[in-house]
């Protein structure tokens, strides 16, 4: 069992940074790979970016490649998504969760978080 804890969120204007955290619960966390994905209003999931369990191998979206990073620290349970250059666009609801081995296919997820609000706006 695997218990995910997303912070972080808020509110930034645009242009803005916001760091997101997820922090996961059991012994096995630096074994398997980790996603981000968001909701926002009105439309579907979208993935935002992976990351494998040693995490040197990192994966982006198109929509926010060179603004977001996605780093691990397996010592304490945690992923982070560093978000730069926020843009209304990505106001959503931002969750993280336990990634299958295609990073970006998120019915292959199996624990999710709460999820966190970003709200992106001026």
């Known amino acids: 069992q695997v218990q995910l804890v997303e912070s972080g969120g808020g509110l930034a204007q645009p242009g803005g940074s916001l760091r997101l955290s997820c922090a996961a619960s059991?012994?096995?966390?630096?074994?398997?790979?980790m996603s981000w994905a968001r909701q926002a209003p009105g439309k579907g999931l979208e993935w935002v970016s992976g990351i494998y369990s040693d995490g040197r191998a990192v994966y982006y979206a198109d929509s926010v490649k060179g603004r977001f990073t996605i780093s691990r620290d397996n010592a304490k349970n945690t992923v982070f998504l560093q978000m730069n250059s926020l843009k209304p666009a990505a106001t959503a609801l931002y969750y993280c969760?336990?990634?299958?081995?295609?990073?970006?296919?998120?019915?292959?997820?199996?624990?999710w978080g709460q999820g966190t609000q970003v709200t992106v706006s001026s």
């Open positions: 969760a336990k990634a299958g081995p295609t990073l970006r296919v998120t019915y292959e997820y199996d624990y």
């Open positions: 059991g012994s096995t966390f630096s074994s398997y790979a």
